[in-house]
């Protein structure tokens, strides 16, 4: 800024100056010329009147020293002139303005160029009796001695501009530090603003503008200050916070670069060195966990899935987060839960399996003990225990079907016509639909790749639901579609109905709305568990839809 200011502030000095030097000069030239002019003109006065038409013309204007002496006669030739190399022999001047004004009567003094000398004159010419006629007695100055004498001036000039401009120098940068001091130190104060230091800072020499603008910045910077050690207190919160769940967080900008991962993170994934900019790859080569991010990315939705890593089990969940290019992923060790269950599904499995032979034995030596028994009372008790026997066995059955569902790991399907199994299971079921005088209805057909067993389960379960659940004479319909994106089974039914709070509870174990009519119609608590099973087994879609008092309806996309 100085330097610009300091040649702006010099280059104008030099220019007012130069300008001021041309104009003293060009007046100074005039007055000059006017001098001349006055000398030209007393000049032609002095030989006008010391001019004797008798006298020796040649030694008359020889005479005349620097100064030009012209005599020219009434018809323009030169009688005698103190130059006379200075023009051609015999030439006329009688047109010439100076002497045209004298014959006129109005002497005046004329600078014009004299083609005869090469140079600029100062004439001035008299119109002066000579015994019967007259003549001109002209007086002519060379400019060129006019500028002469400025000239002779111009040394003291040059050197009274040179000490002007030399003060003007002193003056202006003593000046332009002045102003420009106090800028200077609002920029160092801004420089010591943006690396950090915010501490306030008297101005020397300041203005009452910079003051206040020192002022500004001042109370900019204490709140600036304020700002970050408030936006510095959070972050070290939030990473106390982030780094102390067990569960890892990344999150990642919309190139997959990781922005943020907590120490859990990095611990799961066996990094140490700071990986903050790096792309979702470095962190682990399976595609499973990039490939997620991909689709929750694409599609802007989320995912919750199982990740084995280094020999723990992982739930991972991907969420786009909203109104961000940022997606957000979660891990939580499941290693101990899923053992857990895997260790109950084992105890349900045995447990089963334990009590499924003592009871097949109490109903074998039951069955016995109705053929050998004659005592009516007793008849009672032995059916009942049939009764109850049989109900166990059927409660067992389902649970060894569900833990055997659990731990499925390969299935072999074949090709299964759904209407196939749909008359299958009505058959099985045809004293229970008679006995409620139930409509079962059954339209359409698919041909889905399963196992048959899975299949006849699924729709056992659907269907006996659908019957058990319903009215004296209430209807079932079994539809089966297909088109070219999949199968698909619709079970309705107008019976009672499920609630919305309990819609949501159904397909757990044991879960009964009415335990008591379950009961008494011979339920488990475990269809719908089996069915869920099942369809996760295959990932088949379920769907529910019910209302109190009107039906339910129960979809499959295969
Ligand atoms: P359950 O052996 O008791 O039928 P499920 O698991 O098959 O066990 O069903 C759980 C509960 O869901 C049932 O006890 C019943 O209350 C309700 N439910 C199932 N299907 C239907 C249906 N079609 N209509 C009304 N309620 C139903």
Redesign the pocket.
């Known amino acids: 800024m100085r330097k610009r200011l300091f040649i702006y502030t010099t280059v104008l000095l030099l220019a007012g100056l130069l300008c001021f030097f041309a104009v003293t000069l060009h007046i100074t030239r005039l007055n000059n010329t006017n001098i001349a002019k006055d000398m030209v003109q007393e000049t032609a006065s002095n030989y006008a009147a010391l001019y004797n038409p008798d006298a020796d013309l040649a030694a008359f204007v020889r005479t005349a020293g620097h100064t030009r002496i012209t005599i020219i006669a009434p018809d323009g030739a030169v009688l005698a002139d103190s130059r006379p190399l200075d023009f051609a022999p015999g030439t006329n001047h009688l047109d010439r303005p100076e002497v045209q004004a004298a014959l006129r009567g109005a002497p005046a003094a004329y600078m014009r160029f004299s083609e005869s000398v090469g140079v600029d004159f100062i004439y001035y010419a008299l119109q002066v009796p000579s015994g019967g006629s007259y003549v001109f007695v002209r007086a002519a100055m060379p400019v060129a001695r006019v500028d002469g004498y400025l000239m002779q001036s111009l040394p003291i000039l040059i050197a009274v501009l040179a000490v002007i401009t030399a003060l003007c120098f002193i003056f202006s940068k003593h000046i332009i530090n002045r102003i420009t001091r106090p800028f200077e130190s609002v920029e160092r104060k801004l420089r010591k603003l943006s690396a950090g230091d915010y501490s306030p800072e008297q101005i020397e020499g300041s203005y009452e503008e910079i003051d206040s603008l020192t002022q500004g910045i001042d109370e900019i910077s204490l709140a600036l200050q304020k700002g970050i050690t408030e936006l510095h207190e959070e972050t070290s919160k939030l990473s106390y916070i982030l780094d102390n769940i067990g569960d890892g967080l990344i999150v990642l900008d919309e190139t997959q670069s990781i922005s943020l991962i907590n120490s859990a993170a990095m611990s799961i994934f066996e990094v140490r060195a700071d990986i903050i900019g790096r792309n979702l790859n470095y962190l682990s080569f399976d595609g499973t966990l990039q490939s997620a991010v991909d689709q929750c990315v694409n599609q802007d939705s989320s995912a919750l899935f199982e990740l084995p890593l280094n020999g723990r089990i992982y739930l991972v969940a991907v969420k786009r987060l909203a109104d961000t290019v940022l997606t957000m992923v979660a891990l939580s060790d499941v290693t101990e839960n899923r053992e857990n269950a895997k260790r109950r599904e084992e105890f349900f499995a045995n447990a089963s399996h334990e009590l499924k032979t003592p009871l097949t034995a109490i109903k074998g030596f039951n069955e016995l003990a109705s053929i050998n028994n004659k005592d009516e009372d007793l008849s009672k008790y032995i059916g009942s225990i049939a009764r109850e026997t049989d109900r166990m066995l059927l409660l067992i059955g389902d649970m060894l079907k569900l833990s055997e569902l659990g731990t499925t790991q390969a299935i072999s399907p074949t090709e299964v016509s759904l209407a196939g199994v749909v008359s299958e299971v009505t058959e099985a079921l045809s004293p229970m639909i008679s006995e409620k005088e139930i409509i079962v209805e059954a339209a359409g057909d698919a041909v889905i790749s399963a196992e048959h067993e899975h299949v006849y389960e699924l729709l056992k ?1 659907l269907i ?3 019957v ?3 009215n004296h004479g209430g209807r079932v319909t079994v539809s089966m579609e297909s088109d070219n994106k999949g199968s698909y089974l619709f079970v309705y ?1 107008n ?4 609630s919305p709070e ?1 819609q949501s509870r ?2 757990e174990r044991f ?5 008591s ?2 009961q008494k119609s ?10 869920k099973h099942i369809c996760a087994l295959y990932n088949w879609n379920l769907t529910l839809k ?1 209302k109190l008092g009107v ?2 309806e ?1 979809s499959v996309e295969f």
Do not use: P, Q
């Open positions: 379960n006996e639901n659908a058990r659940y319903n039914d019976g009672i109905g499920i309990d159904i397909f879960y009964r709305v009415e335990k009519r379950s011979g339920g488990t608590g475990l269809g719908l568990s089996i069915i019910s039906g339910t129960i």
